[in-house]
């Protein structure tokens, strides 16, 4: 049996067992040895590698290939651990994400090319990347990036342990025009973000904006490592319980991106560090059309929305969590436990 055929063989195996068990490191191996020697060598590296801290959302040159370098089944196996590392909502925002890189090649004529002179704009040039050796037992990660998406995962004994930080952007936020006019790929995040803060009272509001002036970017950029911000903003004890809902659905929202085991445990985590510890900020314009900007903190999450570029059309999301991104909290307690 050729390796292409074995290759077949367990992704066939795979497409039964998806949605039964979360056998992680399994689509990983199947996704490496799907490629050649040489685009494996490209996509894997160590697990304590400067590279998987490498954190971006911008149109760059980055490592690892791209779904223009792979065949059939290697699409097949790069998309069945990406299928499995999300939720069904997480994949869609994904998919459309990357659909926008054709929207913004019509909207800027394909006018602007990278250093290479490759188009900038490229609905394919999304790189996967495998920190460590995917095996039953070890701890490895494995990272999906590309303009406006970054997604960063370690795992162990087949379950996901670190998820973030996780990037998800919208350049059009609204598509102005063309076959896609009125989509909005981060339409939720947008609307209930406003249906929150409409639902403060004058006493609340003034808690929970910082600043009439949106930040031009989210604040934390793609730092490594980020800290508390500042001001608090409103708390999560000062809400009705009708605000205190809408508040848990916006964070249901983000934290509903990930496949449900990791969702339910991220959610957990909230829970035992304090629900009422967790607060809610808000910058800029109280009305869409305007730059704005609000984030959601607490003693283990920041979670920011930013849409102030192109006129208030250009929508950059992230989840940060304060105590384990990039896997860095689980991994040194492997350590620590295992010298």
Request: net charge negative; proline share 4%.
């Amino acid at each position: 049996m050729t390796i292409k055929q074995s290759v077949v063989s367990l992704l066939a195996l795979i497409t039964f067992q998806i949605g039964q068990a979360q056998e992680l490191h399994v689509l990983a191996e199947t996704f490496l040895l799907s490629l050649t020697d040489e685009l494996r060598q490209e996509a894997q590296f160590k697990l304590n590698d400067d590279e998987r801290f490498n954190f971006n959302y911008v149109p760059l040159e980055r490592k690892g290939p791209t779904f223009n370098d792979f065949d059939a089944i290697q699409k097949e196996a790069a998309l069945a651990l990406l299928k499995t590392s999300l939720s069904k909502e997480g994949l869609r925002k994904t998919s459309e994400i990357m659909d926008l890189e054709d929207v913004l090649a019509l909207i800027e004529k394909n006018q602007l090319t990278m250093p290479d002179g490759s188009p900038m704009r490229d609905a394919l040039n999304y790189h996967f990347c495998i920190f460590g050796n995917p095996t039953a037992k070890d701890f490895w990660g494995w990272r999906f990036e590309g303009h406006h998406l970054s997604l960063n995962f370690v795992a162990s004994k087949g379950t996901i342990l670190s998820a973030t930080p996780t990037f998800m952007g919208s350049n059009p936020g609204i598509v102005p025009h063309g076959q896609s006019k009125g989509k909005q790929v981060l339409q939720k995040e947008t609307e209930m973000g406003f249906s929150f803060v409409h639902s403060l009272t004058e006493p609340q509001l003034a808690q929970a904006l910082f600043a009439e002036k949106a930040p031009y970017e989210i604040i934390t950029g793609n730092q490594r490592t980020v800290s508390r911000p500042e001001p608090d903003g409103i708390s999560f004890t000062d809400l009705s319980k009708t605000q205190k809902n809408l508040f848990l659905n916006l964070l249901d929202l983000y934290l509903g991106n990930y496949e449900a085991k990791f969702s339910k445990s991220l959610k957990s985590k909230i829970e035992e560090a304090g629900i009422n510890k967790l607060s809610f900020s808000w910058a800029g314009s109280l009305k869409p059309g305007k730059g704005h900007y609000y984030r959601i903190y607490g003693p283990t999450i920041l979670i920011e929305y930013d849409n102030t570029q192109n006129n208030a059309n250009h929508v950059h999301t992230v989840v940060r969590d304060l105590t384990n991104d990039f896997g860095q909290d689980i991994l040194k307690q492997h350590y620590r436990h295992s010298h």
